[in-house]
């Protein structure tokens, strides 16, 4: 249940509306992904998502993780 990675633009990146129902997970990495990408140039919204019926069992990271990306992308940059 990943949402991202959502760069600022001048364009405007957005995800937004987004429902996640009646999931079950046993040993996600994480479970709630969500990856704002910060910059320096305009925006980007990540709103109305709905999580709604989720069981997690045993997440082997976090249950939940809101915040950067964790991987190394091309050139270098994590």
């Known amino acids: ?14 995800m937004r509306n987004i429902t996640f129902r009646n999931i079950q997970m046993d040993y996600p ?3 709630i ?3 704002p990408n910060p ?5 980007g919204i990540i709103e109305n998502i709905l999580y ?10 976090w249950g939940i993780w809101i915040g950067p990306q964790q991987q190394h992308q091309p ?3 994590m």
Not at 39 to 43: A, L, N, V, W
Not at 52 to 61: S, Y
């Open 1 to 14: 249940m990943s949402l991202g990675s959502v760069p600022p633009s001048t364009d405007h990146q957005c």
């Open 52 to 61: 709604e019926n989720v069981v997690m069992n045993t997440p082997i990271w």
């Open 39 to 43: 910059g320096s140039r305009g925006d």
């Open 33 to 35: 992904y969500i990856k």
């Open 75 to 77: 050139g270098g940059v």
């Open 29 to 31: 990495i994480k479970g």
